[in-house]
């Protein structure tokens, strides 16, 4: 009688940690997609749509920052690598000489082009 007491206790824990191990699993699948949608979010909030010629190179600076970081703590590679263009679109900001109006819209349009990637990959 103690052999099928102990062996039953024993099936009971074994089905606890099997449930142990999907709960974490759902629990790290959460995390994941949660950690994925902030990074979208907060990338998506800093991106410049119509950029203003005077501000952008100062600002750029800390945007293409941002970003990398995004792209360093999201967990999936097509985000990070959308996040990581975001970012050297704020590098080639800083880079280049962006006063007149053709290199300005140049930037946008690249720039509205690795947003475009961004949204996809965050849909």
Known sequence: ????????????AGLSLAGCSEVTNAVDQTNRAATKVSACAEA???????PDPATLKERAADKEKRLREL???????DVAGALTGMADSYLQ?????????G???????????RIDALRKVCA
């Open 1 to 12: 009688m103690k052999r099928l007491g102990f062996a039953a206790l024993l099936a009971a």
């Open 44 to 50: 998506l909030s800093l991106v410049d749509l119509n």
């Open 71 to 77: 792209a360093n703590n999201v967990g999936e590679k």
């Open 93 to 101: 900001a800083q880079k280049e000489n962006i006063q007149d109006a």
């Open 103 to 113: 290199k300005v819209a140049d930037w946008t349009k690249r720039n509205l082009d």
